[in-house]
């Protein structure tokens, strides 16, 4: 069973900051948060992952809580390229199978 | 991070066929897995792919239906057998690399399968 919960959807809006929420508040402390992204029609795309420090990279922010039961993916400025269904994962350590939830699917809109 | 390919990309099949998709990385990994994807669903972890051995198969997933190969560390193989109309899903190659263990894993594009 996925061990995230996930809103089914969001709307957003071109330029503007995309934040996307997840729970996980059976997280337990060798596990990761992960981030992934699936467009359309193509195979899943790694976005981020974190333990429990604040994650930056050249597509999105990771803000995780102080007692990890949830986090935040930050796109800074979506594009309409950004459309896609954002699926929250927890895997335990580095080589822990990924196991995906239902996911939440965001349109960005002009 | 790595090319993964697999083909064939789609295929259309005769109920009680069976298929072959490869997935081939161009570089070594250290694991490699199998899912699946069915229509307007989230993906499903088939099984682990396990060079040498016979592979880990998740709970609903049986060696019969869906034996899978890997005789090398860039190379497997998932054989959907006895097909039926339920099979027709997107089925999803992803690996870890043998040199960043620590990093995520990657996905390969999928093998869209339709079953008649």
Partial sequence: DAKTTQPPSMDCAEGRAANLPCNHSTISGNEYVYWYRQIHSQGP???????????TNEMASLIITEDRKSST?????????????YYCIVREGSWGKLQFGAGTQVVVTP | SAVISQKPSRDICQRGTSLTI??????QVTMMFWYRQQPGQSLTLIATANQ????????????????????????STLTVSNMSPEDSSIYLCSVI???RPTDTQYFGPGTRLTVL
């Fill in chain 1, 45 to 55: 795309q790694y976005i981020i992952h974190g333990l429990k420090n604040n994650e």
């Fill in chain 2, 52 to 75: 040498g051995s016979e592979a880990t198969y998740e709970s609903g997933f049986v060696i019969d239906k869906f034996p899978i190969s890997r005789p090398n560390l860039t190379f």
């Fill in chain 1, 73 to 85: 993916l930050i796109l800074p400025h979506a594009t309409l390229r950004d459309t896609a269904v």
């Fill in chain 2, 97 to 99: 690399l043998l040199l």
């Fill in chain 2, 22 to 27: 490869q997935c081939q990385v161009d570089s």
